[in-house]
């Protein structure tokens, strides 16, 4: 007697591991392994789920019209345009059903997010890397890796977890070099966190000049709404069109559209995470630099990626070891080929100098 048999690359997909929430015997923990918003969502968002529980027995609007709509006149963008989903993670997996298949490529920088080549197997595609310069995607790269079969390329810009960028000029010179009817996908989850950086678009310029670009966003960072699973894309009449007969209805719950809703209204609260954010990063930064044989690479996410010696016992694996029995939780990378890297979210001031502490004593141990 036989089971059931999954398709062919099902069980060749390594299952994707987020960042880890506990750390056994310690007293108090630090998170900072998920890249979630330092100060929680907006007293708005919050305001806006409590007051939605009295309306648990209705089934939330299931085209997201109100959401949409917001949006579209936030950004200047067509609402027709938009789509939402359960994360960007949910229209990540739903363009990549609609536009690869068995054989096809699914293309994306050395160090881009795990879920496209989880997602590409799932549907029996297959992904491929184009190497990084400097841990910066290389449009020179992805261009000569497009072959007869890619069907979809991924850019996340700003990258996780490299924390670096490419400009709104080379992601343009990417599009012009990809067939038309390859589907060029911009992950712009950390947009909101480019700031000061005047060569930098998320790509809705892309969206609005052709048929076959598409940029995505999430609440789940600067709007620190990772646990209600929001996020949306910007896309071609037509593409939209193909994402809302393939999205699964009602997916986007009726309190995290409320909460959507009202952590739009407040560009303060946003504002104000701007600005800790990068004010504690570059201060973080600079601090990791003083220490020796450590390396914080330059970032513009919510992020800090901390390079370590090779030397054993003062490796990355040992920091991390180390970190967590202080109740500090860093990501570790590997997975991403940074094995000699640990990620470190940007929590607040308090909990960034008990991190920096943290390490100051693994160094000195």
Known sequence: MTAPIPRPGILDIAPYQGGKSSSKGATRIIKLSSNEGAFGPSPKAIEALRKSADKLHR???????ALRQKLAEKYDLEAGQIVCGAGSDELITLLIRAYAGPGDEVLYSQHGFLMY????????????TAAETHMTTSVDALLAAVTDKTKIVFVANPNNPTGTYITSAEM?????????DILLVIDAAYAEFMTG???YTAGIELVRAGKNTVMTRTF???YGLGGI???WCYAP??????????RNPFNVALPTQEAGLAALDDDDFVDACVRHNTETREWFRDEIGKLPGLIAHPSYGNFVMVEFPREAGRDADAANDFLMERGVIPRKIGAYGLSQMLRISIGTQEEMQICLQAIKDFVNS
């Open 197 to 199: 950086q005047e060569d």
């Open 229 to 231: 699973r929001l996020g």
């Open 117 to 128: 080549p989880i997602t590409a197997k799932g549907v029996g595609a297959v992904p491929v």
């Open 172 to 180: 343009a010179r990417l599009r012009a070099g990809l067939r038309e």
């Open 59 to 65: 089934y939330p609007d299931g085209g997201c019209d």
């Open 237 to 246: 009449v037509d593409v939209a069109d193909v994402l809302q007969r393939l």
């Open 220 to 222: 789940s960072k600067i």
